[in-house]
T-cell receptor, first 111, second 114 residues
């Protein structure tokens, strides 16, 4: 089945140690998104790629970066994770922006 | 700028009772509207969506939502809920003015009690 896959499902990282979360899709959608969702809150858009064009949200901290080497893969890099970055990170894809498909998420814990 | 308001943060109901989860949006242009469901420690699953056409949209598991342009609402309803419907429900909107970014409401936790 076509889907959005996020790895790993759970990630524990040390305070200040760089961490990378990955997302892959078999839907061949041209838009990919990264959302941050803290406990009991709505998902918050960090950035998105429209094809290779990177779009950063104005309030996304510089600590967060993203890479999209090809249509299928997208990575979220957190350069120096702080305790406040502990959250669920959701990857989503879209074609024509009338339908958005989400992955199962990566739960990030910072110790 | 678009925004979504979910008026109820928590809705407890008994099994087999009807339920309505309220959603209001703000946008100056035509919109696409979505309801997503999220179970603990999982991603978001699309429940139903309104893009155009009939204002009443239905999901395969008995939920329905009606787009009301005059009241800028997209309330979610189910005539008889099950224990398994217990989850967090998010209303979301995307519009041409925001470059079709998906903006979420704060969510409503539906708890179905036996």
């Amino acid at each position: 089945d076509a889907m959005v896959i996020q790895n790993p499902r759970y990630q524990v990282t040390q305070f200040g140690k760089p961490v990378t979360l990955s997302c892959s899709q078999t839907l061949n959608h041209n838009v990919m998104y990264w959302y941050q969702q803290k406990s009991s809150q709505a998902p918050k858009l960090l950035f998105h790629y429209y094809d290779k064009d990177f779009n950063n949200e104005a309030d996304t901290p510089d600590n967060f970066q993203s890479r999209r080497p090809n249509t299928s893969f997208c990575f979220l890099d957190i350069r120096s994770p702080g305790l406040g970055d502990a959250a669920m990170y959701l990857c989503a894809t879209s074609r024509a922006r009338m339908s958005y498909t989400f992955g199962s998420g990566t739960r990030l814990t910072v110790v | 700028a678009q925004s979504v308001t979910q008026l109820d943060s928590q809705v407890p109901v008994f099994e087999e009772a009807p339920v309505e989860l309220r959603c209001n949006y703000s946008s100056s242009v035509s919109v696409y509207l979505f309801w997503y469901v999220q179970y603990p420690n999982q991603g978001l699953q699309l429940l139903l969506k309104y893009l155009s056409g009939s204002t009443l949209v239905e999901s395969i598991n008995g939920f329905e939502a009606e787009f009301n342009k005059s009241q800028t609402s997209f309330h979610l309803r189910k005539p008889s809920v099950h224990i398994s419907d217990t989850a967090e429900y998010f209303c979301a909107v995307s519009d041409r003015g925001s470059n079709y970014k998906l903006t979420f409401g704060k969510g409503t936790l539906l708890t179905v009690n036996p």
